[in-house]
């Protein structure tokens, strides 16, 4: 954290002169032109030190890191406008606020994980951070622009299982079958395989013993067979959080064996 302070300061000094610059050009006010170019940097300190704090309590501070970024964006933007044409000129202007926004957030999600891992005892999960979702848009967007039709059907099918349905509730899980032709089979007829839904919870049934895994220890485990299966990590969470609760229920004899943090 002392070395994100310096790294801000010097950031804000660099991209502050820039800003500036560029401030100075419309409005010819030396006192206007410097308390507007800090504006920037200063909305992105503020939003960088209430998102520290909320990861302190081991919350996401999902609003206070996008504003972060979204500052950081501005400022970039500004710096971008004032550099001269060329790219040297330009990568010299943007590198030192984008390597804060990268710095920032990165420690706000490294002090969530600490926090978390302090009081219960295992770190926490990556959980989805404002860089982490734009490269995750900018990863469908190139894979939309090679493969139009499978991108746009995934999404649908995105859309369908995490979309609710109505305010507050989404459909019922229905695991995906595909039809596969059975050489065993007498007349070479249809046969089914399990989506993967079914699949993570046969694998997640044959490697643990669902009566008595902590609820705490899912988000981990199906996050892993999610990624053996290719099936939405979101997803996998919450059907086979949802399919543990319900055996662990229908056991009144054994205790709860979630753990509240």
């Known amino acids: 954290m002392a070395a994100l302070a310096v790294l801000a300061a010097a950031a804000a000094a660099v991209s502050w002169d820039a800003q500036y610059v560029l401030v100075g050009t419309v409005k010819h006010n030396p006192t206007i032109d410097a308390l507007e170019a800090g504006i920037p940097d200063i ?7 209430l ?16 504003l972060n970024i979204a500052c950081v964006a501005i400022s970039l933007a500004m710096n971008a ?45 990556d ?9 995750g848009l900018f990863l469908w967007l190139l894979r939309l622009a090679l493969a139009p039709p499978s991108t746009i ?20 899980p229905r695991p995906a079958r595909t039809s596969v032709i059975n050489p065993g089979s007498k007349h070479g007829g249809p046969t089914r395989q399990p989506g993967k839904q079914a699949r993570l919870l046969g694998l997640a049934a044959e490697r643990y013993d669902l009566a008595t895994l902590p609820l705490k220890q899912i988000s ?21 959080l949802n399919h543990v609760r319900a055996i662990q229920q229908s056991q009144p004899d054994r205790p709860s064996l979630e753990q509240n943090p």
């Open 51 to 66: 998102g520290i704090a909320l990861a302190l309590h081991a919350k996401r501070a999902i609003r206070a890191r996008t």
């Open 127 to 135: 959980d989805a951070t404002p860089m982490a979702i734009v490269g």
């Open 43 to 49: 909305g992105a300190l503020i939003f960088a030190t």
């Open 153 to 172: 059907a995934g999404f649908r099918r995105w859309a369908l299982d995490e979309c609710p349905i109505a305010p507050g509730r989404k459909a019922p």
């Open 220 to 240: 981990r485990i199906a996050t892993a067979i999610a990624a053996e299966i290719s099936l939405s990590p979101g997803t996998a969470r919450r059907v086979l």
């Open 81 to 125: 406008l004032a550099a001269a044409p060329g790219w040297r000129d330009l990568a010299i202007w943007v590198m030192p606020s984008a390597v804060y926004a990268l710095a920032s957030d990165t420690l706000i999600g490294v002090v969530r994980a600490w926090v978390i891992a302090t009081t219960r005892d295992t770190l926490a999960d």
